[in-house]
């Protein structure tokens, strides 16, 4: 090489200099190596498209499908929503069909995909890096398709939950600053405590042996289960005084969704059913009075004592509202107490 150089004109020496400084620069820049690995981003996104992670993770592209993730686009709720804000590509859109987020950054804003926007949140937004590879809790196999990166966050995910639940400039959608505020964010609690179960099995059709994971189901406001969950009811009686004590279970503010609204209706009845009295209360974030994670909360109920009569009946009732327009026969009944006045 040497005396060919000595030969090269000046141009040709600067030249030389310049690719080899380039060539230092993305041996020690990871952003500029990744991009060097576009190819097997899109060879991902591809894969994806084609069934391949369903072929191989057929468990858990089951959970995921029935998912609001994956329906992070199409949901109806949502399309009706953003269809309203003009400027819905820079505002709404980012977090409702985002790219990788290892690739524009955990905790950063997340950037608008422009392909396959109908899959929501898909397996690549939450796994997939700028090398191409999956990052995840520790595996138990390797495959020729993908490489496997052990990647920390995975196991207290609330960090990676954090870039669309916990946006400080989107407080409508923010779950994360309430459960950091809570007494929940102490132990070894995380977002996938109570959103993604821990569940043994083949995580994948080419794993060798069943390994603990988490099920991607995000059970949250449509979910019965997980409503019934969220909160206790106490109803207590003496001379003409009822209280209605309300306790949040849920890990952050309740309900979690500025949509939603919890309705607690307290009645009385006469022996034979006839209400004889009733009470409502909505809990939402309009009326700014969402409940906190553990709050104890007390609501008198005042009895009108001159229908309070032996035989009577105080009920309490908690109702779950998914928005505004939600119809009667579909709301969901978290909890009931009755108490017989004696
Ligand atoms: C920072 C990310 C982010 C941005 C930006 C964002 N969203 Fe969301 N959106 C979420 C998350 C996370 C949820 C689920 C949690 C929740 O409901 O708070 C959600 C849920 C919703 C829901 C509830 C859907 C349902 O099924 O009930 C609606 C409606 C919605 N978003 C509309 C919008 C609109 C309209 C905009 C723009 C003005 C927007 N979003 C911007 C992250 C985002
Ligand atoms: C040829 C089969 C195959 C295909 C196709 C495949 N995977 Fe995998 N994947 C595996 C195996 C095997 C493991 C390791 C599982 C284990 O630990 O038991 C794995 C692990 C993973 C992990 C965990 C990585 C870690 O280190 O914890 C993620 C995330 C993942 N795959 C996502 C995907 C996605 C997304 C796709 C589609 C783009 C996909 N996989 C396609 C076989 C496959
Ligand atoms: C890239 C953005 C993004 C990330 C990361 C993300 N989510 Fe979501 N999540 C959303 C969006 C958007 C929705 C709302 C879908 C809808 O209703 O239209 C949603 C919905 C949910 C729901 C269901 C809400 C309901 O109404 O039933 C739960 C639960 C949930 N996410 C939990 C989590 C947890 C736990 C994590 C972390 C492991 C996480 N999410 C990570 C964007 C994200
Ligand atoms: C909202 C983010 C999110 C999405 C979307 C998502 N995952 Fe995961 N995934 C996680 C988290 C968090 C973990 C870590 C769970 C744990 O600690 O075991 C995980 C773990 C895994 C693992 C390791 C095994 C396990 O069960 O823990 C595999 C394999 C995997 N995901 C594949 C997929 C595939 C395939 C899809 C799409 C069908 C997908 N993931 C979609 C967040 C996500
Ligand atoms: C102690 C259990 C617990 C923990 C921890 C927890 N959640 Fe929830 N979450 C619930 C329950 C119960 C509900 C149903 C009640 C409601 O709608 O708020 C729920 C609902 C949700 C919803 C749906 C809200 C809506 O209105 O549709 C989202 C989104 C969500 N959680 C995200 C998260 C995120 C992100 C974290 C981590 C910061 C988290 N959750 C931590 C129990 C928990």
């Not at 190596?33 to 191989?56: H, I």
């Not at 995921?64 to 994956?70: K, N, Q, R, T, V």
């Not at 009385?268 to 009470?279: H, I, M, V």
Request: proline share 6%; with cysteine.
């Amino acid at each position: 090489m040497k005396p060919k150089i000595i030969h090269w004109s000046i141009i040709g020496i600067v030249g030389f200099g310049l690719i080899g400084c380039v060539l230092v620069i993305l041996a020690a820049n990871p952003a500029l190596q990744a991009e060097d690995n576009m190819p097997r981003v899109t060879e991902m996104f591809q894969g994806f498209q084609d069934g391949k992670c369903k072929s191989c993770h057929p468990a858990i592209w089951r959970e995921w499908e029935g998912s609001m993730h994956a329906k992070a686009w199409v949901d109806e709720i949502y399309q009706a929503a953003a269809k309203q804000i003009i400027d819905r590509e820079t505002k709404c859109d980012q977090c409702h069909a985002p790219q990788p987020i290892l690739i524009t950054g955990v905790g950063k804003m997340p950037k608008l995909r422009d392909k396959q926007r109908e899959a929501g949140v898909t397996c690549l937004v939450c796994h997939l890096d700028a090398h191409g590879a999956m990052n995840g809790p520790p595996a138990s196999a390797e495959t020729y398709f993908h490489t496997n990166v052990t990647n920390p966050i995975y196991t207290e995910p609330t960090t990676l939950c954090s870039t669309c639940h916990g946006q400080q400039s989107v407080p409508e959608h923010d779950q994360v600053s309430s459960f950091l505020d809570g007494k929940f964010a102490d132990g070894n609690t995380s977002c996938a405590t109570c959103h993604m179960p821990v569940v043994k099995r083949l995580q994948s059709t080419t794993s060798h042996e069943s390994i603990k994971g988490r099920k991607h189901t995000w059970r949250g406001s449509r979910s019965v289960a997980q409503l019934k969950r969220a909160a206790t009811l106490q109803l207590e009686y003496t001379d003409g005084k009822a209280n209605v004590k309300l306790r949040s279970k849920t890990g952050h503010i309740l309900p979690g969704g500025t949509l939603r609204t919890i309705v607690l209706e307290v009645t009385l009845l006469a022996s034979d059913g006839t209400e004889l009295q009733r009470q409502q209360i909505s809990i939402s974030a309009e009326n700014e009075n969402r409940l906190l994670p553990d709050e104890n909360r007390t609501y008198p109920f005042n009895i009108n004592i001159a229908s309070a009569t032996t035989g009577n009946t105080i009920k309490a009732r908690l109702i779950y509202q998914l928005t505004p327009d939600t119809p009667e026969p579909k709301r969901i009944l978290m909890a009931e107490k009755t108490l017989m006045i004696r």
